[in-house]
């Protein structure tokens, strides 16, 4: 079975950094791409940042831009959130969702991703 797992998280206070994994299993090859999305208390769940494996491209929300960076690492089995200079607003429960099939383009659309994670919390304090 497909398992994709968030790590990292946490607690940080305005103006700080901290980092997101999310690792997958279950394939032998890697996911075509991959996305964070997050959801604030009952918000419906949004994109925040999405990479694609091979052609290498990004795409951000407008209000992540600048502040957080999505990579993938050699093995492009795991991907990272670097968020700095984070705010308040970021507060929320952030998932990890990616795609093997479909296509390698860049989306912050749900709908677009089949295997998703439990979440994890980010807390950010001002």
């Known amino acids: 079975a497909q398992v994709v797992v968030e790590s990292g998280g946490g607690s940080a206070q305005a103006g700080g950094s901290l980092k997101l994994s999310c690792t997958v299993s279950?394939?032998?090859?890697?996911?075509?791409?991959w996305a964070w999305f997050r959801q604030k208390s009952l918000n419906e769940r949004e994109g925040v940042a999405s990479?694609?494996?091979?052609?290498?491209?990004?795409s951000y929300d407008d209000s992540v831009k600048g502040r957080f960076t999505i990579n993938l690492d050699s093995a492009k089995k795991t991907m990272d959130l670097q968020m700095n200079s984070l705010k308040p607003d970021d507060t929320a429960m952030y998932s990890c969702a990616v795609r093997y099939f479909g296509g390698q383009y860049t989306s912050l659309r749900r709908g677009t991703y089949s295997y998703w994670g439990h979440g994890i919390q980010v807390n950010v304090s001002s």
């Open positions: 279950g394939y032998d090859y890697p996911p075509e791409c």
């Open positions: 990479i694609c494996r091979d052609i290498g491209d990004t």
